[in-house]
T-cell receptor, first 114, second 115 residues
Framework: NAGVTQTPKFQVLKTGQSMTLQCAQDMNHNSMYWYRQDPGMGLRLIYY???????DKGEVPNGYNVSRLNKREFSLRLESAAPSQTSVYFCASTRTGGLEETQYFGPGTRLLVL | AQSVAQPEDQVNVAEGNPLTVKCTYS??????LFWYVQYPNRGLQFLLKYITGDNLVKGSYGFEAEFNKSQTSFHLKKPSALVSDSALYFCAVPGRGGATNKLIFGTGTLLAVQP
C-alpha cells in the first residue's frame, strides 16, 4: 500500500494563478482532510470530508475549495493564489473519522506564491 | 473549546540522556490525546495516543507518554535519546462537533539531540 499520496511535491505560483493539489489514499478510508502547516502555528485544518460526497469547512477555509472526487481522492483548489497561501499542505485520512482514530498523512506539497 | 499547548519551541538534549517534550491540554469530556512526529521534509507520523486505561502509554520508537488528569498534561518521554530522534513533535486533540475527527494541533516542539 502506498498510503496517502500527494502531487505535486513542490510548486511555485504567481499571485492570481490557480492550481489544484491532488491527494489520494489506497486504504479504503472514509474520511479525508486538508491541513496547512506554517512556522510557529502547527497544522490548521482547511477542509475535510467525512465521507464520499460530503465536504465541510475547517478552521481556515477562505481562498480554498475542495472536491471529494470519489472515495480515494480529495483535491484542494486555489482559485486565485495569494502570497499568504505560501505554506506546506498536508492531506490526511482516517478509516471512519472516529475521535479515537489515528490520522495517516501524506508527504506534503510545498507551495510558494510570489 | 478543545486546545493543546506546547510551551517549548525547542528542546535540546544530549544523546543517551532522557528527554521530555511537554504538552498540556484543555478539553471538554473524555480526553483523546495524540502525539505525532515530523522528520525533515516528511509528513507527520503517528507516535502514540491516549484513549482510556493506563496513564502510561507506550508508542513507536521507544517513546511513551504519561497522561496526568490533575495537571492536564500529556508529556512525551524517552529514557535514552538518539540523534535520529531529532524531529518536530506535535501534540493534538480531536476537535468537537461535526461528523468526523478534526485534529487540533499544538504549535510543535523541535527536538534536537546532540551526539
Amino acid at each position: 500500500n502506498a498510503g496517502v499520496t500527494q502531487t505535486p511535491k513542490f510548486q511555485v505560483l504567481k499571485t492570481g494563478q490557480s492550481m489544484t493539489l491532488q491527494c489520494a489514499q489506497d486504504m479504503n478510508h472514509n474520511s479525508m482532510y486538508w491541513y496547512r502547516q506554517d512556522p510557529g502555528m502547527g497544522l490548521r485544518l482547511i477542509y475535510y470530508s467525512a465521507s464520499e460526497g460530503t465536504t465541510d469547512k475547517g478552521e481556515v477555509p477562505n481562498g480554498y475549495n475542495v472536491s471529494r472526487l470519489n472515495k480515494r481522492e480529495f483535491s484542494l483548489r486555489l482559485e486565485s493564489a495569494a502570497p499568504s497561501q505560501t505554506s506546506v499542505y498536508f492531506c490526511a485520512s482516517t478509516r471512519t473519522g472516529g475521535l479515537e482514530e489515528t490520522q495517516y498523512f501524506g508527504p506534503g506539497t510545498r507551495l510558494l506564491v510570489l | 473549546a478543545q486546545s493543546v499547548a506546547q510551551p517549548e519551541d525547542q528542546v535540546n538534549v544530549a544523546e543517551g540522556n532522557p528527554l521530555t517534550v511537554k504538552c498540556t491540554y484543555s478539553v471538554s469530556g473524555n480526553p483523546y490525546l495524540f502525539w505525532y512526529v515530523q522528520y525533515p521534509n516528511r509528513g507527520l507520523q503517528f507516535l502514540l495516543k491516549y484513549i482510556t486505561g493506563d496513564n502510561l502509554v507506550k508508542g513507536s520508537y521507544g517513546f511513551e507518554a504519561e497522561f496526568n488528569k490533575s495537571q492536564t498534561s500529556f508529556h512525551l518521554k524517552k529514557p535514552s535519546a538518539l540523534v535520529s530522534d531529532s524531529a518536530l513533535y506535535f501534540c493534538a486533540v480531536p476537535g468537537r462537533g461535526g461528523a468526523t475527527n478534526k485534529l487540533i494541533f499544538g504549535t510543535g516542539t523541535l527536538l534536537a539531540v546532540q551526539p
